[in-house]
C-alpha cells in the first residue's frame, strides 16, 4: 500500500482510513490506518546476507 500512494497512477487517492459497512451497506465505523503498519519489514536473514539493504521503516 505505501508503493501505490507514491504511484502517479493513484496520485489522490489516500491509504489512511479503513471503513467497515453493515449488512445494509451503511457506515458502521472508520479506522484511521498508521503508514508504519502498512510495510513488512524485512526478514533478519535476509539483512543479514545482504548488509547494503535497508529495513522498511
Known amino acids: 500500500m505505501r508503493r501505490l ?3 502517479p497512477l493513484f496520485s489522490g487517492i489516500a491509504f489512511d ?3 467497515l ?3 445494509k451497506g451503511l457506515l ?3 479506522y484511521q490506518l ?3 503498519r502498512l510495510v513488512l519489514r524485512i ?3 535476509y539483512l543479514d546476507a545482504h548488509p547494503e539493504m535497508v529495513d522498511n521503516p
Open 5 to 7: 500512494s507514491v504511484d
Open 17 to 19: 482510513s479503513h471503513k
Open 21 to 23: 459497512y453493515d449488512e
Open 28 to 30: 458502521k465505523e472508520e
Open 34 to 36: 498508521d503508514p508504519k
Open 43 to 45: 526478514p533478519k536473514p
